[in-house]
Nanobody
């Protein structure tokens, strides 16, 4: 059973920073690719950042240079450090992984954490 639990969202002023955390339940977390998505009101869910089991990283163009994804395999945790936040970053942020590792994987999502960027 895959469970993902996010935390760290909140209200921040433009230019501010937040760190999101996602704790995962998988016993061999280190083998999983992990991602952060976000969904703003009236918009489709979009990929923000991805980190592979080999620590390769990919980012959406809109967050490059401002957001950093990282993982701590000893803590079964993936992080999203968000700097220079803009009002357009306002969204519900979701942690994501695909499981099982073999066969036909399905998407697993956390419950989401709200990030609001406003003065």
């Amino acid at each position: 059973q895959v469970q993902l639990v996010e935390s760290g969202g909140g209200l921040v002023q433009p230019g501010g920073s937040l760190r999101l955390s996602c704790v995962a339940s998988m016993s061999i977390f280190r083998l999983y690719n992990m991602a952060w998505y976000r969904q703003a009101p009236g918009k489709q869910r979009e990929l923000v950042a991805l980190i592979t089991s080999g620590f390769s990283k990919n980012y959406a163009d809109s967050v490059k240079g401002r957001f950093t994804i990282s993982r701590d395999n000893a803590k079964n945790t993936v992080y999203l450090i968000m700097n220079s936040l803009k009002p357009e970053d306002t969204a519900v942020y979701y942690c994501n992984t695909k499981a099982p590792l073999g066969g036909a994987p399905s998407d697993y999502w956390g419950q989401g954490t709200q990030v609001t960027v406003s003065s």
